[in-house]
């Protein structure tokens, strides 16, 4: 046998040795079938996987909008930091339902997430539509540090002076308003949720609620 076969043989061992990785999938996305998925990559960057498929449930009917998590760009054991793709497609069918075909999927945007560590969680371990520890956006410029503080202090679920209590949901978005202060939403369901303020103080954020934001 020549050295060519041999190397080709060793090659499809290899391959039907190696473990099939499919991304995590949460919310909608856990209605995807392996060809979706397949599907939905071909719209990616060239050689990007997706870690993570998030859906949430459309208020228009005929269409699926997922986020797709790729690979974090940075990691520490605090903090980890990549690029989010939407895409979206239609349905023949209404999005509560199984559609009988669709159309390709189109990317819409890409934006920046974060994730910063739970006590005693791994990263991947995302357990539906309310985890507190799914990755949220990141709008603006944060550091590290500050961004991991600011989170701790929201995820502290302070009682502010004044103000309502915050609420002990997952976050959806940090927004850099100025140099010390940010605007930070969390999510009660794909629909609404809270909105917070956040004020720094020397390495510090103090949070208090702003109200509600809602589609």
Partial sequence: MSGIAVQFILLLVSLAQSPVTTPLRVGAA???????????????????????????????????????????TTSTAALRRGTMIRVGRRNQRNAFERPASSDPWIVERSESYAQVAIAGRNFDQIQGDQDMNRPFQVIGRFDDTELVRLVEAVRSSPTPRGSDPV?????????????????????????????????????????????????
């Fill in 30 to 72: 856990t209605e995807l079938t392996e060809q979706d998925i397949a599907a939905l990559q071909i719209v990616l960057p060239p050689g990007e996987k997706p870690w993570l498929l998030i859906g949430d449930r459309s208020l228009w009917t005929g269409g699926q909008f997922i986020q797709a998590y790729l690979r974090p």
């Fill in 167 to 215: 609420d002990a949901s997952p976050l959806v978005s940090i927004d850099r308003k100025s140099d010390d202060s940010a605007e930070i939403r969390l999510r009660r369901d794909a629909f609404h949720g809270q909105v917070l303020w956040g004020r720094r103080a020397g390495q510090d954020w103090t949070v208090v609620v702003a109200g509600m934001w809602a589609y």
